[in-house]
């Protein structure tokens, strides 16, 4: 009888597991994301040059020069809010640093159905925040 309840029991984790992926994997494409932006600014600074991290939206990716682009799951939802000169097309644009951290500012928002995280650079101060994000 106990083996009959622990093997319901363990066939019923799976889905748990499963529900669960797309938040998590949303968590960390908003974690990688964050970091990119920041080493992107980083570099900027270390380098006294003016560095972009180019978000494209429709191949889901993010590159900075010099560095390994990074690939986001295609399941999540990708919106890119950057200033309008750093925009390259429609489905691509750059949030750019400067030698003293000051940004051109944007938003990076990955969603999975109703909810997401938004990762943003203010403009003044160049810093990089992660927040929870829900549509309006």
């Known amino acids: 009888m106990v ?6 029991a363990m066939s019923a984790v ?3 597991f499963s529900a669960a992926l797309p938040g998590l994997e949303m968590k960390a494409a908003a974690r990688r994301t964050l970091h990119s932006l920041r080493l992107a600014r980083e570099s900027a600074i ?10 494209d939206v ?28 750093e925009m ?15 940004s051109t500012g944007g938003r990076v928002i990955l969603a ?4 997401g995280y938004q990762v943003g650079v203010n403009w003044l101060t160049g810093r990089v925040r992660m ?6």
């Open 131 to 136: 927040a929870p994000w829900v549509p309006e």
């Open 46 to 55: 270390r380098q006294g040059t003016d560095l972009g991290l180019v978000v």
């Open 14 to 16: 799976p889905p748990l």
């Open 3 to 8: 083996l009959a309840i622990a093997a319901l």
């Open 112 to 115: 999975y159905g109703d909810s």
């Open 88 to 102: 390259l097309d429609d489905q691509r644009g750059a949030i750019r640093f400067f030698p003293d951290g000051s």
């Open 58 to 85: 429709e191949a889901r990716r993010l590159e900075l020069p010099g560095h390994r682009v990074l690939t986001l799951p295609k399941r999540l939802d990708l919106t890119l809010e950057a200033a309008e000169q």
